[in-house]
């Protein structure tokens, strides 16, 4: 009985739990502004931490050094395809009834990619001018290429240096197993497949059908053949030969960019005594150059998404985006342009031969140039002196060069010098450079020595679109000396005093070598470094107006670009300015 009263409510109140509530529900209703402040707290809190994030972000953009590993394989074999000749291809050409075809070859294999964005092998074939019946015999040796086969597909165009290139048509090659006894493809014959190819080709070669005994679809002949298990690790794909070179010339880039042929700005005599002037020409060098791989797997890095417009660019996305990657497509293209004056050859793998045919195309330590240059992942190295003369101002070159891969093994500039002193280190005290100095037996009073000993390359990680990792420059040295044996070379971190001594005495001895050299280029700027800060004090015209204009009226452009005596002392200085690495996070370590 006790327990039941005190149990019971007294007096006709509730219990305890009872009154809290209650309580509770009169608070609720008597303060509603207390029950949104913790709603108000908890969104000034993601406020910040979404600022916190885009400071973050903006102070460490993504992008740079890429850590991931190479999928394993268990094995992998090592194939010479041979892209013999090709007949019965159809005319493309009316003025000269003829064809100008190569071959653009794409390998592909079962083997998972680092990254899907990683770029599939390629391998283009120097162009046979004039000819139907073409005949290449261009080896491609690869290595890595998995026991459970590839796909070959060979594309054939019809060169048009001045418009777009024409398809002739396709052939695919399917392979789906390799072992020690595969038997390889021995000069076989392969019809050509006209889907997708040019409209404009194979009407004329109809006409022809109809009136004539010719024959409507050409052969393509190939070879692969086995050489062996490639060495281990086994995960991925990469070309070992040819070390195979091109240069690229180009008249109208030289005119937007001042590059000059040799002794086109000097007057010539008519025999009275005086010098009438003479017509300028102009001309731009771009240069490849396929090393043998594999490439360091430590040398792996991705765009940096330094600005909102970057990611876009690379990715195609929206409006911007697709008209940014376009015009990149469109410079590399136009830069890298092959035509009638491209020169092709081939030079003996990682041999003294091949650090020469290197000098040759940087024109030895003459006229202090710098380079800008990019690594791609299969080993292909590009290289130009450029400037933003000549192309979309506000457009990377180092994008430009990669032709917007997303992922690449190295970019920056780098340039080179002769050395006093071949026999003793590059960086030994006692050792004197030019153009540094004036050293006898070379550039400028007499023609460079032929000799790799002679000559020091450095190459730094300069490039704000793909930021390479500094503490990776020793790999990329390995694999430059392994390639140029005998070249000495020096990589240096872009933000080193020193380097940027270096690169202010190179522009120097530009001034006073410029009408020697074989080529005058404007110094190299670029979109790296200092030149982060300058997109924010651009012109006032719109970045996506400029890119537009120049997409929508490529001549336009052209003109506006080229050199003038009002602008020279502003173009002078912004290089100067750009070529200066920035002193703060211009490289990611």
Known sequence: MSDEKDDAPLNGQSNGTDTNNQQNGDEGKKDPEKQQQPEHQHKLKDKMTKKQEKLRLKANPPGGFDATPIPSAPDGYTIKFTFHRAKNLPVSDLNSRSSDPYVHATLTSALPKRHKEDPDMIIRTPTVHKNTDPVWDTEWIVAGIPSSGFRLKCRLYDEDASDHDDRLGNVTVYVNRIGPDWQGIKDESFDIKKRMASKRAYLIRSCAVMLSDVKMSGNLWLSAELLGESEKPHGRMYTVGLTSWVKHYSPMIGRIAGTKAPGSSQGQSDGSGENKPKTEKYDFQAN??????????????????????????????????????????????????????????????????????????????????????????????????????????????????????????????????????????????????????????????????????????????????????????????????????????????????????????????????????????????????????????????????????????????????????????????????????????????
């Not at 590009?382 to 060069?401: C, Q, V």
């Not at 070249?487 to 410029?514: F, N, P, V, W």
Request: glycine residues 8%; proline residues 6%; aromatic residues 6%.
């Open 288 to 589: 490849q150059l396929q090393l043998e791989g594999p490439v360091p797997a430590e040398l792996y890095h991705r765009f940096v998404e330094f600005k909102p417009f970057v990611k876009g660019m690379f990715s195609k996305a929206g409006l911007r985006g697709r008209v940014l990657n376009h015009a990149l497509h469109h410079q590399h293209a136009s830069v890298y342009n092959f035509s009638n004056t491209t020169e092709y050859g081939t030079v003996k793998p990682k041999s003294e031969e091949a650090a020469l045919q290197f000098l040759k195309m940087v024109h030895f330590d003459e006229g202090g140039r710098i380079f800008t240059y990019v690594l791609t992942l299969d080993g292909l190295l590009r290289f130009t002196e450029t400037g933003k003369e000549f192309g979309i101002d506000l457009l990377s070159k180092h994008t430009m060069h990669s032709d917007v891969n997303i992922y690449i093994a190295c970019s920056g500039e780098f340039f080179v010098r002769r050395l006093r002193h071949p026999e003793k280190s590059a960086t030994s005290p006692e050792q004197e450079t030019h153009p540094n100095s004036d050293l006898p037996g070379g550039p400028p009073n007499s023609a460079p020595p032929k000799n790799p000993h002679s000559y020091e390359l450095v190459i730094d990680n300069d490039s704000g679109t793909y930021r390479p990792k500094g503490l990776v420059l020793p790999q990329l040295k390995e694999f430059l000396k392994k390639n140029f044996p005998g070249l000495h070379i020096i990589t240096m971190e872009c933000t080193d005093d020193a380097l940027s001594k270096m690169k202010d005495e190179q522009r120097e001895r530009k001034k006073k070598e410029g009408r020697n050299i074989h080529m005058v280029q404007n110094s190299d700027d670029e979109i790296s470094s200092s030149d982060e800060e300058a997109l924010d004090r651009h012109e006032k015209k719109s970045r996506r107006q400029r890119a537009l204009d120049a997409v929508e009226d490529p001549k336009k452009a052209a003109r506006d670009l080229m050199p003038g005596g009002h602008g020279r002392k502003e173009r002078e200085e912004r290089e100067t300015e750009g070529d200066r690495p920035e002193r703060e996070g211009g490289s990611s370590t």
